[in-house]
């Protein structure tokens, strides 16, 4: 109708190896810890089942459940005086049911756009853990946010801005996360119609550098992994239009360009 609406899908999905991951040569890592990829490793498939509704064209509610009962992940072994990380293949069952609430919102007269974006996710690897001999919690709970913000024509002189957060933890297969994670940006886009031209500076991950420590649990013991990352920095862009093109004025230019930020 033209207040509410509800959507089911169902998904059945192969995930295939890359190529790298078959490279059956022995690599050394900057870290003391060599890496050989697998021959053996098999595809993984699985299911996804979901509802979602809407309300209003605004407000939007999904619940889904995933089920998978093979999969490959990295796990390490001890070779002589060599530790070596692999991609292994791993039976048992993962369930995870979640849920996700996201909104889009539009005030000033349409010029500031607000999405946001909440998930909570919960995964029953009791099984997958037992087959495999892991000491890892058996119950996990991810949460995720997101929200972009973007503003049309400020002050009246064609400058668009967009902002976008997003906090992510990632617990998966073998491997559980010890924090969640924050990537932002922001951006400033000068549109002359005259010229037919956009100058835009986007600042990446400019206050807080994302840090991505997580803890790997395999048969022989447990691995953590704890590094900061250089993500960050700041690019300019100058796009110049020609023929009859005209710049388009919107209140989603840098949404729709940007994906919400999300890269």
């Known amino acids: 109708s033209d207040n509410y ?107 500031l756009s607000v999405n946001l974006n909440v998930g909570v996710e919960y995964s029953d690897s009791s099984d997958f853990n037992a087959k495999n001999g892991l000491k890892n919690d058996s119950y996990i709970t991810n949460i995720s946010g997101s929200t972009n913000l973007s503003y049309t024509n400020l002050f009246g002189k064609n400058i668009n801005l967009n902002a976008w957060v997003g906090v992510y933890s990632q617990n998966n297969g073998n491997f559980v996360s010890n924090g969640h994670n924050v990537f932002h940006n922001l951006s400033a886009t000068k549109i002359f119609p005259a010229l037919e031209m956009e100058a835009t500076v986007r600042l990446n991950n400019f206050i807080v550098k994302p840090n991505f420590d997580n803890t790997t649990y395999t048969p022989i013991g447990q691995f953590r992994n704890n590094f900061a990352s250089d993500w960050y920095g700041v690019s300019f862009s100058l796009v110049k239009r020609f023929g009859n093109q005209k710049v388009k004025e919107n209140t989603k230019t840098n949404v729709e360009k940007d994906s919400g930020g999300a890269k």
Do not use: C
Request: aromatic fraction near 18%.
């Open 5 to 111: 609406s509800l959507s089911a899908t169902y998904n059945h999905s192969i995930w295939r190896p890359y190529f790298s991951e078959f490279n059956p040569f022995l690599l050394p890592g900057d870290d003391g810890v060599f890496y050989r990829g697998n021959l053996d490793l098999q595809a993984n498939p699985s299911d996804r089942f979901g509802l979602k509704l809407g309300i209003k064209k605004k407000y939007f509610l999904s619940a889904n459940y995933f089920v998978s009962n093979h999969d490959y992940w990295t796990s390490y072994f001890v070779e002589g005086d060599k530790t070596i990380r692999m991609p292994t293949n791993f039976d048992g069952r993962i369930e995870r049911i979640s849920g996700n609430f996201s909104t889009n919102q539009n005030f000033l007269n349409n010029k």
